[in-house]
């Protein structure tokens, strides 16, 4: 089934170069140029994924991604001009999965889209793992808590992936990067304690408290083992 793939861009150029290359790859195209425009376009179309680009007139990428986030875990990639970390790191915990730096390839950001795609459609294990009272259901891409359901992003969901699968087990930033193949944070190992720290955000029982994912000072991250 052809994918489609929703661009939200004010450059039309960019645009229309990154249009042609994708639908050379076969892929539906959607556009949009401005920031309500784009949102309204990703909540009608329900698209396989997104380009988001950061500079948007009538509502920022940023905010964008935010919002799509609290009803969605459609995979995002961030475009930017913006080339300092800080500007990516928080590219990465207003939800989207992968960026983009300006000015930048087509034929890479296709390389990118089929790279996030093929990664979000596959989970080939077992539909549901239990450790303790946390259930990870692989097929729907939820952790199952006690009393409620919670979504995840693709890129979370990986991450704690990794981690229940190994419990007691510690991970270094640079390990869970290289398990995270496919998802491009460009050695940036500030990104994975981003994401950690969005995935506690939805799962531990309160702020502050560690139940499931522990970091270990100097080291990395592990799931705590019951």
């Known amino acids: ?75 995002i990639i961030m475009l930017t001009a913006k080339g300092d970390e800080n500007d990516r790191i928080q590219g990465l915990e207003s939800g989207a999965d992968d960026y983009i730096c300006k000015p930048f390839s087509p034929r890479e950001l296709v390389s990118r889209v089929k790279s996030l795609l093929k990664r979000s459609s596959g989970i080939v294990t077992t539909d549901q793992v239990r450790v303790s009272d946390l259930i990870l259901d692989r097929k729907r891409y939820l952790v199952i808590l006690p009393g409620k359901e919670v979504s995840l992003t693709h890129t979370e969901f990986e991450l704690l992936n990794i981690l229940v699968a190994h419990p007691g087990r510690i991970f270094s930033r640079g390990q869970l990067l290289a398990e995270l193949r496919g998802v491009n944070f460009e050695s940036y190992e500030r990104a994975i304690d981003s994401q950690i720290r969005n995935l506690r955000k939805k799962i531990e029982p309160k702020e502050n408290e ?13 799931f705590i083992e019951k």
């Open 210 to 222: 560690t139940k499931y994912i522990q970091t270990i000072y100097g080291v990395g991250y592990k």
């Open 1 to 75: 089934m052809r994918k489609t793939i929703l661009i939200i861009d004010d450059e039309q150029g960019i645009v229309d170069v990154c249009r042609d290359y994708l639908l050379a790859e076969d892929f539906i195209v959607l556009e949009a140029n401005e920031g309500l425009s784009g949102l309204e376009s990703a909540r009608k179309n329900s698209p396989d994924l997104i380009v988001l680009d950061w500079m948007l007139p009538g509502m920022d990428g940023l905010t964008i991604c935010k919002t799509l986030r609290k009803m969605d875990d459609v995979p």
